[in-house]
């Protein structure tokens, strides 16, 4: 499994915006489809959209469509996720993570994960 590293989280203030990234730790990971997620305290872990192993696609949660941009980076081994008009209910830890299959289409498990970055939006 590949590892990965998340950063960039941060003290926002509403309407704000923060870029969190996701480094890998080889480039296995250009060969999988990369997700985006967020927990919440008290509340399940949340998908907030996917990106294809070659950029070419993106796919987003309702709740953040519009808001939020997944991108990436292959030859260097990152993923990002800009995140724009930043909402006091987006405070939560984010997650990158890895789906399992090659060249998947983000239906199947996400099984490598990073540690997360934590992001705080004050009103």
């Known amino acids: 499994q590949v590892q990965l590293v998340e950063s960039g989280g941060g003290l926002v203030q509403a309407g704000g915006s923060l870029r969190p990234s996701c480094a890998a730790s080889?480039?296995?990971?250009?060969?999988?489809?990369m997700g985006w997620f967020r927990q919440a305290p008290g509340k399940e872990r949340e998908f907030l959209g996917h990106?294809?192993?070659?950029?070419?696609?993106?796919y987003y949660a309702d709740s953040v469509k519009g808001r939020f941009t997944i991108s990436r980076d292959n030859p260097e081994k990152m993923v990002y996720l800009q995140m724009n008009n930043l909402q006091p209910e987006d405070t939560a830890v984010y997650y990158c993570?890895?789906?399992?299959?090659?060249?998947?289409?983000?239906?199947?498990?996400?099984?490598?994960w990073g540690q997360g970055t934590q992001v705080t939006v004050s009103s």
């Open positions: 080889d480039y296995t990971f250009r060969f999988n489809v």
């Open positions: 993570a890895a789906e399992g299959r090659p060249y998947g289409l983000g239906t199947s498990p996400f099984n490598s």
């Open positions: 990106i294809s192993w070659n950029g070419g696609s993106t």
